[in-house]
């Protein structure tokens, strides 16, 4: 059984930066691909960004592509997602999320997720 507990997300301002921590307990693979993806009200969940533990591929959607960091301290079991230049469109509940394989955009790929943390952006 693999658990993923979010952190750090809060309310900022327009422009200001975030970071959200997502730690992985329980089994842990050097295979795992680990993502990011985001809820907004009213709307489909989206992908934000993914990361594979070993290799260190990094793939973002292009609405965060120069704004958005994902990274990963596989010592800590914990991945990251810096969020900088925020804009009031960036606010959603964001997931991590888990797989095993290559990497994926799709949500239906990943097996694991937490359960969630809230980012308010204010204009």
């Known amino acids: 059984q693999v658990q993923l507990v979010e952190s750090g997300g809060g309310l900022v301002q327009a422009g200001g930066s975030l970071r959200l921590s997502c730690a992985a307990s329980?089994?842990?693979?050097?295979?795992?691909?680990m993502g990011w993806f985001r809820q907004a009200p009213g709307k489909e969940r989206e992908f934000v960004a993914t990361?594979?533990?070993?290799?260190?591929?990094?793939y973002y959607a292009d609405s965060v592509k120069g704004r958005f960091a994902i990274s990963r301290d596989n010592a800590k079991n914990t991945v990251y997602l810096q969020m900088n230049s925020l804009k009031p469109e960036d606010t959603a509940v964001y997931y991590c999320?888990?797989?095993?394989?290559?990497?994926?955009?799709?949500?239906?790929?990943?097996?694991?997720w937490g359960q969630g943390t809230q980012v308010t952006v204010s204009s």
């Open positions: 329980g089994r842990t693979f050097s295979s795992y691909v």
């Open positions: 999320a888990g797989r095993y394989g290559s990497s994926s955009s799709y949500e239906n790929d990943y097996q694991y």
């Open positions: 990361i594979r533990w070993s290799a260190g591929s990094r």
